[in-house]
């Protein structure tokens, strides 16, 4: 049986290093992923032609993908860590809503998505809404 | 700017989107905080954390929403299907306010409109960057009867 264990809370600057680690790298593992998934293709399109196999097979043989892919594990990574020293009322809303604005801006100058004012309104009332949501 | 409007296929596929990472992180939170602390010291409890139920059960979750997010990411842009992952939040609260009666504070239900709202306005927009792939895509309609009037008078 494993009995909840109160972790002593870590100071504000070692919090800010937990949450800028996890929007950082989960940041670059989205941008790298999407730019991974905007070259192979619609993957629907794929699996029509060539089965799950041939869907699973172009996403494997991807090398941005894997790159992606490892940045998401590190912000995976990171979470966790930071799950276990901070609470989830300042882990979840803080990462949750400040990648939500990297991701934007990211989007707009590596993935030239076409970010215009409607997406941007969009990005920050979300950014908002995540962090009174899970505050 | 004409955009094509997603199949109720790729609303599911959202959808998925949407339940899937909330879900999974909740299963990870549970299991993660009845864990003793974990130090970079000893990076291997992290591992060992990957086998205890909770997070195995939350990871199972996230390998559901890993796969919808990547098929959502290979027909629509980064910045249409992120406010989707975000709006799992509110089908989670809202789940918990009316089936296990939880209550919601007025910020939560503040928080809730503002990603409903924020949602509301990315999926009215297209869900694609439409990108010239060839050169006669570049030009708008109006200057190619220019340019090609002006090839003429070369000729």
Known sequence: ?135 | MAHERLSARQYMILGFVAVCAPLGDTCLSRGMTRLPPITLAHPATLIAAVFTPWIAVGIALLIGFFASYLTALSWADLTYVLPATAFGNVIVALLSRFWLQEPISLERWTGILLITLGVGFVAQGPSLTERPTDGEQSFSPSKEPAVQLEQEQLR
Request: aromatic share 8%.
């Open chain 1, 1 to 135: 049986m494993i009995i909840p264990y109160p972790a002593p809370q870590p100071g504000v600057w070692a919090a800010t290093a937990m949450i800028a680690a996890i929007v950082l790298t989960s940041t670059a593992g989205e941008v790298l992923t999407a730019a991974a998934m905007k070259s192979i293709g619609d993957l629907d399109e794929i699996r029509a032609h060539s089965g799950l196999k041939g869907a699973i097979r172009a996403v494997l043989t991807c090398p941005l993908f894997f790159a992606g892919v490892s940045f998401l594990a590190l912000a995976f990574f990171a979470l966790l860590f930071a799950l276990n020293h901070l609470n989830l009322s300042l882990v979840a809303p803080a990462s949750a809503s400040l990648t939500l604005v990297t991701n934007a801006i990211a989007a707009k100058f590596f993935l030239k998505e076409n970010v215009d004012r409607r997406r941007w309104t969009a990005a920050v009332l979300v950014c908002i809404g995540v962090y009174l949501l899970a505050h």
